[in-house]
């Protein structure tokens, strides 16, 4: 299911094709080995492991560290952020899967890894942020930078994709009981359907233009209208 997170995630990829950005370099702490509960790590193994114990989400930082500017600008303006880093401390593992062109950032047990990740989640361009279940394989969201990124609104970004995922929706139809439940169901099946819209129209590789600009927009406002009918129950 494409949430609204995904989308957004599109609409920066859309805007990373048009533009390049440059900063300077912030570079986030970022351990190698180990994992621990709000702290960045390159070792998705061990983050895995402390998400399955602990019942939290995990979310993937595809970047590029050293080069990317879009990366540099979402450690800067969100990830550097004490009321970023106070809301991940008790919610999130944090991986690092990181292709700088220095080669010496990422230690060679985990250049292959990093690279089967980004095969698997179909990762096209940096930064992409991959939210998973604690499961550690199940994709319940995926977003983007962006220049008016801040720690507040990366955080309703997360909470809105873990509100929506599977395990959750589920359990919420069991509390709203048969009727409601019913509409909810409705309500999400709306939702998929103007995300398979969106994305089989974006596979087209539509051209700048007016014309698909208006498109663009108008997909914006439907899939936006679909979720908020979803978070409303």
Same mark, same amino acid.
């Given at each position: 299911?494409?949430?609204?997170?995904?989308?957004?995630?599109?609409?920066?990829?859309?805007?990373?094709?048009?533009?390049?950005?440059?900063?300077?370099?912030?570079?986030?702490?970022?351990?190698?080995?180990?994992?621990?509960?709000?702290?960045?790590?390159?070792?998705?193994?061990?983050?895995?492991?402390?998400?399955?114990?602990?019942?939290?989400?995990?979310?993937?930082?595809?970047?590029?560290?050293?080069?990317?500017?879009?990366?540099?600008?979402?450690?800067?303006?969100?990830?550097?952020?004490?009321?970023?880093?106070?809301?991940?401390?008790?919610?999130?593992?944090?991986?690092?899967?990181?292709? !700088?062109?220095?080669?010496?950032?990422?230690?060679? &047990?985990?250049? /292959?890894?990093?690279? @089967? =990740?980004? +095969?698997?989640? *179909?990762?096209?361009?940096?930064?992409?942020?991959?939210?998973?279940?604690?499961?550690?394989?199940?994709?319940?969201?995926?977003?983007?930078?962006?220049?008016?990124?801040?720690?507040?609104?990366?955080?309703?970004?997360?909470?809105?994709?873990?509100?929506?995922?599977?395990?959750?929706?589920?359990?919420?139809?069991?509390?709203?009981?048969?009727?409601?439940?019913?509409?909810?169901?409705?309500?999400?099946?709306?939702?998929?359907?103007?995300?398979?819209?969106?994305?089989?129209?974006?596979?087209?590789? !539509?051209?700048?233009?007016?014309?698909?600009?208006? &498109?663009?927009? /108008?997909?914006?406002? @439907? =899939?936006? +209208?679909?979720? *908020?009918?979803?978070?409303?129950?």
């Amino acid at each position: 299911m494409m949430t609204l997170a995904r989308f957004r995630h599109s609409l920066t990829a859309i805007a990373l094709m048009a533009a390049g950005f440059s900063l300077p370099a912030h570079a986030l702490e970022v351990a190698k080995d180990g994992a621990e509960i709000g702290k960045w790590t390159m070792d998705f193994d061990a983050a895995t492991k402390l998400a399955d114990e602990k019942k939290l989400p995990i979310l993937l930082n595809f970047t590029g560290s050293d080069w990317c500017g879009w990366c540099k600008l979402m450690d800067e303006s969100v990830y550097s952020k004490k009321e970023w880093q106070d809301y991940a401390a008790k919610n999130l593992l944090l991986v690092t899967i990181d292709f !700088p062109q220095d080669q010496t950032i990422v230690p060679e &047990k985990y250049s /292959a890894r990093n690279g @089967r =990740l980004q +095969e698997q989640f *179909k990762v096209e361009g940096y930064p992409t942020y991959v939210l998973l279940d604690s499961d550690g394989k199940t994709e319940i969201g995926r977003l983007g930078a962006g220049q008016e990124k801040t720690p507040e609104s990366f955080i309703t970004e997360v909470e809105d994709a873990v509100r929506l995922s599977p395990a959750n929706i589920e359990k919420r139809i069991a509390e709203l009981g048969p009727e409601k439940g019913a509409e909810l169901k409705a309500a999400i099946a709306k939702m998929e359907s103007v995300e398979a819209e969106f994305k089989a129209w974006l596979e087209t590789k !539509p051209a700048r233009s007016d014309e698909n600009d208006a &498109k663009f927009e /108008a997909f914006q406002k @439907r =899939l936006m +209208e679909a979720n *908020k009918a979803v978070t409303a129950f």
